[in-house]
């Protein structure tokens, strides 16, 4: 019997057609897993109160700072310091995992057209 | 400049030779990333006070729970619930990355020739 099954992150990807609109996938604890695809600039922002993680899924993502840039490929993790302003880009399209506390807004407290809901499973 | 980089997780990945040695691979906030790569039987284990993420990177994996097992193929994800016993087998040597809070002990409170160090970073 078998009463649970995995989250497969491709299948869940395929069923994104919107950038810049994370959709929740998994909980755990109180932080959540995020599935999210993206292209071109986001906006600059950051997170008072938590880290952020990013996984690249697929293509490739810029992170920039205001004193460099991190370079994700596919397979490639970084953590955004709680209180540090970034802002993601991407060229092409790009999917990302995300991991963050639940709750958190994408933008920041920045107001934007890009500002998502923060509970929207797929 | 670019002062900081991405982590490379298959790149990390084939630093590891021990199976069932989780590394340390990034800190969000008191949450850690681990590298594990695995192969044959764990030992049956819950952990009271948290819950614990799988994503399988390479190969396949399988939890057993008393009632039923959950199957992981490469992409995929599961997160296990605190207090629930569980056993992680591969028949083929698997690779996984475990996001769980700083601290927890792999075998949970099962003193085993497997519990590893809970703080090893790669």
Not at 3 to 28: D, F, Y
Not at 65 to 80: H, Q
Request: charged content about 25%.
């Amino acid at each position: 019997m078998n009463t649970q099954s995995a989250v497969n992150l491709h299948h869940q990807l395929a069923k994104i057609t919107e950038h810049w609109s994370p959709r929740v996938i998994a909980q755990l604890n109180d932080y959540y897993f995020k599935l999210v695809k993206v292209k071109g600039d986001f906006v600059w922002h950051s997170h008072e109160d938590t880290d952020e993680a990013f996984l690249v899924l697929e293509g490739q993502l810029t992170i920039k700072f205001r004193e460099y840039d991190v370079e994700l490929k596919r397979g490639e993790l970084f953590v955004v310091p709680r209180g540090v302003e970034h802002c993601p880009v991407a060229a092409d399209e790009c999917s990302i995992l995300i991991i963050e506390p639940r709750g958190v807004v994408n933008t920041g407290a920045v107001s934007s057209d890009l500002t998502a809901a923060t509970d929207q499973w797929i």
